[in-house]
């Protein structure tokens, strides 16, 4: 248990999220971009911003949002794709700090991670100075990044705090002031609470967190279902869920936002194909076979559309998951314009946890598609994602 002054503190959770991540590392490395706008994100018509420098947001550009308006809003911004590797990089540098910290890390993306702080004051001092000493010596090791960390007694209220000063800041929240921390706030600060749900709260007269603490948690129920129940008890900072060092893998996916919609199955089979083969190389580079396959698309209304199914064993054979993205292609109505393809390779398990597909008539084809997978690997690796194409693909 953790003690600040009087107050016993039953866990420290601690929320650690780097600061407009990418765009940060590029202003790093790019000292002619250093406070200026910059928009790092894909640079084709529909493109997509990954993140904006804090120079950009004043103007009212944000993640998420389509890269043509962020560049109207923000016409004298500096536009970059992303450099994943150089940030997968950076991010690992990152989790190494963490782990110098706390042996239980769940990390939630490249640049965003929970730790399990409790019962390390005698190493670290009270919950304010574990937050002060991890963001030092992230800038260090990153050379000048910022991070901004909250620390709390459960996983929501840590987030929720270090969002809060953003960027380069440090909130704690101690158990006998997490009520008095959340109820001013919004109700979209909630965990699960997007616009249509922050919609039917404020229909019911709920603005803020404390108007969801202070409902009936039955007529939450009734307009919400099971979730209205469980955002109650979040605006009340009920929250128990660990902190898992080992998150595991649950899925492995690739999509692509076309230029223009497309319409049938033959302008989509070449995207699938791509999809399929990004899927295997992460498989096989993971050491992992799917059991199962997703294909997802979007129309050009912007409504989901996605179907899956089991394979008959563990792949991770680009043959075989082109094969059945392509079975559950015929179920879709492809009468309708579709703006992004994407599919995703799910029930994984370790290669030699599991027999990879096929059976004694299909050894010899097995044994030939693997090495075939492979050499197209390290073709790829080496010359790019494009150095291969197959027939019927476009230039």
């Not at 601690?14 to 928009?39: C, I, T, Y």
């Not at 319409?263 to 899927?279: S, Y």
């Not at 073709?379 to 494009?386: K, T, V």
Request: charged share 30%; with cysteine.
């Amino acid at each position: 248990m953790e003690r600040q002054g009087e107050e016993i503190w039953p866990r420290v959770i601690l929320h650690a999220d780097m600061d407009a991540f990418f765009a940060a590392v590029e202003q790093r490395d790019r000292p002619e971009l250093r406070g200026k706008p910059l928009l790092v994100g894909g640079t084709g018509n529909r493109g997509v911003v990954s993140t904006a420098s804090y120079e950009a947001r004043p103007f009212g550009c944000r993640s998420a949002m389509p890269m043509a308006q962020a560049r109207r809003l923000c016409p004298h911004a500096a536009v970059l794709p992303p450099d994943f590797e150089r940030y997968k990089a950076v991010s690992e540098v990152v989790m190494g700090v963490f782990a110098r910290f706390s042996p239980l890390v769940e990390p939630l993306s490249l640049d965003e991670a929970f730790l399990d702080m409790t019962g390390a004051e005698g190493l670290f001092g009270p919950p304010e100075e574990m937050g002060r000493r991890i963001r030092r010596e992230v800038s260090e090791a990153t050379r000048g990044l910022t991070i901004s960390v909250g620390l709390a007694p459960c996983k929501f209220v840590a987030k929720v705090a270090s969002d809060f000063r953003k960027p380069d800041g440090l909130v704690v929240v101690p158990p006998g002031e997490v009520t008095a921390f959340l109820w001013p706030l919004d109700v979209s600060r909630l965990w699960g609470v997007g616009p249509k749900t922050r919609e039917q709260l404020e229909g019911m007269g709920l603005r803020s967190i404390g108007d969801v603490a202070h409902a009936p948690p039955e007529r939450l129920e009734r307009r919400l279902g099971e979730w209205g129940r469980r955002i109650h008890e979040l605006a009340w900072g009920v929250d128990d869920r660990p902190v898992l060092s080992e998150r595991e893998t649950k899925s492995v996916g690739a999509e692509t936002t076309l230029e223009k919609d497309v319409v049938g199955e033959g302008p989509i089979r070449p995207h699938l194909r791509k999809a399929a083969a990004k899927v295997g190389r992460h498989l096989r580079a993971e050491g992992l076979l799917a059991g199962a396959v997703r294909v997802k698309l979007k129309t050009s209304g912007f409504r989901i559309l996605s179907r899956q199914m089991a394979l008959a064993g563990p792949t991770d054979s680009d043959r075989e998951l082109e094969r059945a993205a392509e079975m559950l292609l015929g179920q879709f109505d492809l009468t309708i314009p579709v703006r992004l393809v994407g599919m995703a390779a799910f029930d994984l398990s370790p290669a030699g946890q599991r027999p990879a597909q096929g059976d004694l008539f299909s050894v010899g084809d097995r044994a030939r598609e693997r090495k075939l997978d492979r050499t197209l690997d390290e073709l790829r690796r080496r010359f790019g994602e494009d150095a291969v194409r197959w027939g019927g693909e476009e230039e």
